[in-house]
């Protein structure tokens, strides 16, 4: 059973489920892979049309994450690397990116991010068809952020389908998941998103 408070972003940082993002790199010491990689989601530096302060980046992400309960968050905003971030879902992180994860993260390096959080995402799905008796089935990731804090936390927003449905309609979810330790994952709840009607 979900309670509310899996939900909600926990900003206590001593409680091992808070979700504080801090800075990795500042604008112009990132080394250039992270450069490159900033460049991804929200350009080049100098092309950007916001140029706000690192205590303005740093309130703006904290104010998007806990609005959206960490699902969405407009990176192209921010010339910070913070260690909340999008990934990159048609690359490997591990080689493209080897600065972001740590050795204990062996599983996501061997795999883009499509087929890592595809996974996760089909086995979340699979525990909530289990729970509220649905038949949904995953269609594709759109997006996934991951929180690289005390414990990997990821934020995987995917498409699902719904087979009960005559016009075949997709829906759109959610799912919170912890990657402890390395290996050990923990689904936290998996819902469609907010302000959409399902019926199965």
């Known amino acids: ?3 509310t408070d899996e939900y909600e972003i926990c900003s206590d940082p001593f409680d091992p489920k808070c979700v504080g993002p801090c800075t990795i790199y500042r604008p112009g010491a990132e080394p250039e892979g992270a450069k490159r990689f900033l460049e991804k989601f929200r350009g080049k530096e100098e092309d950007m049309i ?5 205590d303005e980046e740093y309130y703006l992400i904290r104010e998007q994450i806990k609005k959206s309960q960490g699902f969405d968050v407009d990176f192209s905003m921010f010339r910070t690397l913070f260690d ?3 990934s990159i879902l048609d690359e490997s992180h591990s080689r493209n990116y080897p600065w972001i994860l740590d050795e204990s993260h062996s599983t996501m390096n061997q795999e883009t991010g499509r087929d890592y959080f595809g ?4 086995e979340a799905i699979a525990r909530y068809n289990d729970r509220d008796r649905t038949s949904f089935e995953v269609v594709e990731v759109k997006k996934a952020y991951i929180y690289k804090g005390s414990r990997y ?3 995987i927003t995917f498409v699902v389908k719904n087979p009960c449905d005559d016009d075949n309609q997709t829906k759109i979810f959610q799912a919170k998941v912890r990657n402890v330790l390395g290996t050990e994952i923990v689904h936290s709840f998996c819902r469609q998103k907010p302000d959409q009607q399902v019926k199965c």
């Open 153 to 155: 936390t990821y934020f």
């Open 84 to 86: 909340f971030y999008p």
């Open 119 to 122: 996974r996760l995402a089909k």
């Open 50 to 54: 916001h140029n706000y302060t690192r």
């Open 1 to 3: 059973m979900t309670t």
